[in-house]
Structure formats: structure tokens, C-alpha cells
């Protein structure tokens, strides 16, 4: 079946510093891939998303790559501020016509950044 | 646009009652889900709808737990008898799934945060 496993955290990086959150998966086809984020006391919200191997996804400075030879889909900020605490969910999805499924959550990964 | 609307945000009751929790997804969407967050066992789906028909409830951890569909607007996930194991953010979901072209995407509510005495 479909499964994620993305780096253990929790991860503590200093304000400005480079991100890096590793996430690779297993399934069958070409599932969609996407990064979750969960800010303190708020449910999930879509960062990025990327449904084609080699697609680029981005968004509020961070980004994503689909590398189908490597079967992963890294997170990654070039300078992280405070604001970027929380914690972040890779997954992936089979969807129409390959298929309907659920979404499949890596475990998280809890950023902390430090002014 | 609206979002995904969850009812109620907190819910706090004792052992043995019943807890109906609600959600209506986003207009146009035609698939609903239901996650449960723990600490312990992280984001597990419980059950998901497709066109208002249960897909997959293999998630849903025994038969005290029932979530029903009756319309494309409205969905509700019930636990009776609550069991204080059952206590956890319970997160609605949905997404618009077509025959081509899809992202996959879901959108999810503020979540429930039900609390079992």
C-alpha cells in the first residue's frame, strides 16, 4: 500500500537559517504529492502541492520537487523566520482516473525557529 | 468563500454519553473525509464519502464510532457510548474529485476538539 515517512523531528533551527525536511514515499502510479502545514491550535492548511514527477511546487518561500527516480518530495526554505514554527505533514494521493483514495499523512515533522 | 465548517470546535462530556460531531464541506465538493489527530497515532482517516457513498471506513475503530452523509452539504460522525481513549481532534475534510484532472487537494476544517471525562 501507499505509505510516507518523512524526517523525525522536532527540528530547532535559528531565525534565517536553511531548511530542510525529507520526506519520501511509497505507492503505485503517479500519486499527488503535497506539504501540509499546522500552525498552533489551527487544523491543516495545503503549502504546496506538486502532481507530476519533476513539477516544482511553491509557496510563501518554501519548495518542493517531485523526483520520481528518488521517490521524494523535500521540503525546503532558504531563510526561515519565527513565524514558520509549526508542524508539517507530508503526503500523497492516488486520484481520479488512477484511482480515489485517502490522503496519506507522514507522522509530522515540529519545526521550532528561534529569534 | 467559505471553508470547510466544523460543529462543535470543543466539546467536553463524560464517560458513556453520546457525541455527534458536524460538518459541512465545501460547496461543489463531491468527496468528504473524516481524520482523527492524536499525539499517540498522529493523523489516522477514520471513514470517507464519495458522491455522499462511504468509501472506505476501515479507519473507524469499532462500532461506536457511525458517520453518515445525507446530502452533499452535511455530514455527521457519532461515538456512542464515548470512552475517555476516544478523546482527540476529530478534522473534516473535503475535496472535489473529477474523472481527469485532479490535484487531490483537501481542505480541512478547524476541527473538533472533543475531550471525554
Known amino acids: 500500500g501507499n505509505s510516507v515517512t518523512q524526517m523525525e523531528g522536532p527540528v530547532t533551527l535559528s531565525e534565517e537559517a536553511f531548511l530542510t525536511i525529507n520526506c519520501t514515499y511509497t505507492a503505485t502510479g503517479y500519486p499527488s504529492l503535497f506539504w501540509y502545514v499546522q500552525y498552533p491550535g489551527e487544523g491543516l492548511q495545503l503549502l504546496l502541492k506538486?502532481?507530476?514527477?519533476?513539477d516544482k511546487g511553491s509557496n510563501k518561500g518554501f519548495e518542493a520537487t517531485y523526483r520520481k527516480e528518488t521517490t521524494s518530495f523535500h521540503l525546503e526554505k532558504g531563510s526561515v523566520q519565527v513565524s514558520d514554527s509549526a508542524v508539517y505533514f507530508c503526503a500523497l494521493r492516488r486520484v481520479p482516473p488512477e484511482g480515489n483514495e485517502k490522503l496519506t499523512f507522514g507522522t509530522g515533522t515540529r519545526l521550532t525557529i528561534i529569534p | 468563500d467559505a471553508g470547510v465548517i466544523q460543529s462543535p470546535r470543543h466539546e467536553v462530556t463524560e464517560m458513556g454519553q453520546e457525541v455527534t460531531l458536524r460538518c459541512k464541506p465545501i460547496s461543489g465538493h463531491n468527496s468528504l473525509f473524516w481524520y482523527r489527530q492524536t499525539m499517540m497515532r498522529g493523523l489516522e482517516l477514520l471513514i470517507y464519502?464519495?458522491?455522499?457513498?462511504?468509501?472506505?471506513d476501515s479507519g473507524m475503530p469499532e462500532d461506536r464510532f457511525s458517520a453518515k452523509m445525507p446530502n452533499a452539504s452535511f455530514s455527521t460522525l457519532k461515538i456512542q457510548p464515548s470512552e475517555p481513549r476516544d478523546s482527540a481532534v476529530y478534522f473534516c475534510a473535503s475535496s472535489f474529485d473529477r474523472g481527469w484532472g485532479n490535484t487531490g487537494e483537501l481542505f480541512f476544517g478547524e476541527g473538533s476538539r472533543l475531550t471525554v471525562l
Open positions: 506538486a502532481t507530476k514527477a519533476d
Open positions: 464519502f464519495n458522491n455522499n457513498v462511504p468509501i472506505d
